[in-house]
């Protein structure tokens, strides 16, 4: 499933391989609790768990990478473009998830598969999310912490809170897992990303053009919020710059 979901997170799919890696992560997802998926609290926990899991095989560049990849382009230009690209990812994982659910709604009832295909849907959306985060952390000088489980715990933080990891603040929890108010933080998120991406189970293909219009719509809202954050906590470093994450 990691694999999966960071292919998934590629600038630039094609809309066949898009669907074809979606298709492949809803299969992944059955085998990793399909009842579960039928009760509300239940669900929130897998998925939770789920993007927890998937979260260290996010593949987040670093910012000599990203130099490399986007010639030519200053900081703010180079956060536009990705977050455009990422914005455009998570619209193509509404589209291909709508197509999943025509092609499904139309050959069987899939009442039991459509819980399966949402809680993937927004699996794959929360982990681009979470690559265009770890990226403009990078882009505006506050990288995350090294180190799978506090790079791990970082990244859904500030996905959960939509806010930058700031260093300067103690206690902030980077080093360690998530605690009960972060997790809570998180699945309260995740519900409404859930909700929203019921729109994918619309009649036809009208689903797919909703979901795609929201996700987009969501990603760069994320994006712009955090980019606030990060250029504020830029501005009110100290004369000797930002200290090193543990």
């Given amino acids: 499933m990691g694999a999966t979901v960071a292919a998934l997170t590629a600038d630039d799919i094609a809309p066949a391989r898009r669907r074809q890696l979606l298709t492949r992560l809803v299969g992944q997802a059955r085998g990793?609790?399909?009842?579960?998926?039928?009760?509300?609290?239940?669900?929130?926990?897998?998925?939770?768990?789920?993007?927890?899991?998937v979260a260290p095989h996010v593949p987040v560049r670093d910012l000599a990478t990203l130099r490399l990849?986007?010639?030519?382009?200053?900081?703010?230009?180079?956060?536009?473009?990705?977050?455009?690209?990422a914005a455009r990812a998570t619209a193509g994982v509404g589209a291909a998830g709508g197509g999943v659910a025509a092609v499904e709604w139309a050959v069987?009832?899939?009442?039991?598969s459509a819980p399966v295909l949402l809680a993937a849907e927004t699996v794959a959306v929360v982990s681009i999310e979470l690559k265009l985060i770890g990226e403009l952390h990078e882009i505006y000088g506050a990288p995350l912490p090294?180190?799978?489980?506090?790079?791990?715990?970082?990244?859904l933080q500030s996905w959960?809170?939509?806010?930058?990891?700031?260093?300067?603040?103690?206690?902030?929890?980077?080093?360690?897992?998530?605690?009960?108010?972060?997790?809570?933080e998180l699945r309260?998120?995740?519900?409404?990303?859930?909700?929203r991406n019921l729109t994918t189970l619309g009649p036809f293909l009208t689903g797919a053009a909703v979901a795609s219009y929201l996700n987009r719509r969501a990603t760069r809202s994320l994006a712009d919020q955090l980019r606030r954050d990060l250029r504020k906590q830029r501005r009110e470093l100290p004369p000797g710059g930002r200290p090193a994450l543990p």
Avoid: C, Y
């Fill in 32 to 53: 990793r609790g399909l009842g579960d998926l039928f009760k509300p609290r239940s669900a929130l926990r897998w998925m939770a768990d789920t993007v927890a899991d």
């Fill in 69 to 85: 990849h986007f010639p030519g382009l200053d900081d703010e230009a180079l956060a536009d473009r990705l977050v455009r690209n």
């Fill in 108 to 112: 069987a009832p899939t009442l039991l």
């Fill in 146 to 155: 090294t180190g799978t489980t506090p790079r791990t715990v970082a990244l």
């Fill in 160 to 184: 959960a809170s939509q806010r930058g990891i700031n260093p300067m603040v103690p206690g902030a929890g980077v080093g360690a897992v998530l605690g009960t108010a972060a997790r809570k």
């Fill in 188 to 195: 309260d998120t995740l519900l409404k990303r859930f909700g």
